[in-house]
């Protein structure tokens, strides 16, 4: 038996969709779909609208894929396209909004996230105001830096740190509220 490694399996489906190989770019889809469909629903609140986004990612990948060099990992020059399409999105329907409101934070205490599940963590995180969401999105999940963040999002680096910070104390606030319900707690 012969053993064929993934990443040349990788750069072959790569190549062949390059050349509009439809076969090779559905495998490449099939691949890479349920993560980007993840990325997307990072975003946007509607499964059915991050799924029409992963999509609209996806024609985007397949219409610039000739432009991928092998330089960096293909997931991840996939994942920047789906980040951008959803800020895209986001963007033109103006519900990105950068907010100086002070929530009353709460000190969260030593509890750990062991017991929560991610479908709750995920409803926290689809909580947040938008502004919130896509700064602590960017920064904490796809590892983009500040600098990085404000070019991206046309703000200032000072304005990418407060909403991150305010995401967090937002987020610790809302899961010790999240914890006292789910524990008959006050």
């Not at 990612?57 to 994942?79: A, D, H, P, Q």
């Not at 986001?90 to 950068?98: A, G, M």
């Not at 991150?164 to 809302?174: D, V």
Request: aromatic share 10%.
């Amino acid at each position: 038996m012969k053993i064929i490694s993934l990443h040349t399996t990788q750069a072959s489906l790569i190549k062949k969709a390059q050349k509009q190989n439809r076969d090779a770019q559905k495998q490449l889809f099939e691949m890479y779909s349920p993560k980007m469909l993840g990325v997307c629903r990072q975003y946007v609140k509607d499964l059915h609208h991050a799924e029409d986004l992963m999509l609209s990612g996806f024609l985007k990948v397949f219409t610039n894929i000739k432009s991928f060099k092998n330089e960096g990992s293909f997931e991840g020059w996939i994942r920047r396209i789906m980040v951008n399409t959803c800020i895209t999105y986001l963007r033109k329907r103006n519900v990105i909004q950068y907010t100086d409101e002070d929530y009353v934070f709460s000190e969260l205490s030593t509890e750990s996230l062991e017991n929560t599940s991610v479908e709750d963590i995920q409803s926290l995180i689809d909580q947040l105001p938008e502004g919130y969401k896509m700064v602590f999105n960017l920064y904490a999940i796809e590892g983009y830096k500040h600098s990085e963040i404000a070019k991206k999002l046309n703000i200032s680096e000072s304005t990418s740190k407060s909403q991150l910070f305010k995401a967090r104390k937002w987020l610790q606030t809302n899961y010790i509220k999240l914890n006292e319900v789910s524990h008959g707690g006050k």
